[in-house]
Nanobody, 116 residues
Framework: QVQLVESGGGLVQAGGSLRLSCVVS????????MGWYRQAPGKQRELVAD???????NYADSVKGRFTISRDNAKNTMWMQMNNLKPGDTAVYYC??????????WGQGTQVTVSS
């Protein structure tokens, strides 16, 4: 059983910044991938960014150059620094954890709202 707790969402003006955090606890494995999805009202959930336990990263084209994902394996913690936020980034952001041979576990989600 794995539990994920997100924090760091909120309301920010366009051009502002937020930093999301996700802490994983429970039965974890050393080889895994963590990442962030987001879901805006009326839209499908989409991958924003992910990072492997070895540090390889992957970003959606819409956030490249603005968002940076990072992690500390010793602390089972992942962050996503979001800069130059746009109204189109408004969504509920969900962190996930997926072991190399296993299924994704999800956090409860954190709301990010960017006003114009």
């Amino acid at each position: 059983q794995v539990q994920l707790v997100e924090s760091g969402g909120g309301l920010v003006q366009a051009g502002g910044s937020l930093r999301l955090s996700c802490v994983v606890s429970g039965s974890t494995f050393s080889d895994n991938t963590m990442g962030w999805y987001r879901q805006a009202p009326g839209k499908q959930r989409e991958l924003v960014a992910d990072i492997s336990s070895g540090g390889n990263t992957n970003y959606a084209d819409s956030v490249k150059g603005r968002f940076t994902i990072s992690r500390d394996n010793a602390k089972n913690t992942m962050w996503m620094q979001m800069n130059n936020l746009k109204p189109g980034d408004t969504a509920v952001y969900y962190c996930y954890y997926r072991p190399q041979y296993g299924y994704r576990s999800w956090g409860q989600g954190t709301q990010v709202t960017v006003s114009s």
